[in-house]
């Protein structure tokens, strides 16, 4: 799928910053709109939601909104908001396993760690045919059944 670069929007901010570029896309014509709003903090996707409530659109049924830091306020939204988490407290460990062996005196070569964060899946980018059920995605369609847990996607 190709992407609209219409659709990228950079800048720095935070709550209004997500207002203003959500507030961007959905000035563009329905045809070329995107049906998802992909934020890289839970702050913009907040000014986001906003935006898109304030054009009178249904967060997450006709159009999706997702952050990223799963904020404790995600969860408090109303839709809550999907989102993605960050393994804070393995990054945590790694850094303090790496800072005690320096401090021992250990050579270690340069290394790359590579922690999964976790998709949050919530009602902001649920559509109908789609709930949440012991923390897995169903999706139902006449077609087919899918289940998205944590790395997994599976159909029936």
Known sequence: MPIDTAWVIRGEGERQYGYNAAEQLLALPEVSRPT???T???T???GAMQAV???GLMIGKEIAVTGFDDLPTA???TPRLTTVRQPIWAVGKAVISLLVGQLNGEARPTQQIVLSPEVIIRESSLRDGYKITN???QIETQHERSIVSNQMVSTA
């Open 53 to 55: 409530e304030a054009r």
């Open 75 to 77: 969860h408090h939204l």
């Open 40 to 42: 890289l903090l839970d």
């Open 44 to 46: 913009i996707a907040i």
């Open 36 to 38: 998802a709003i992909v």
């Open 135 to 137: 923390a897995h995605l």
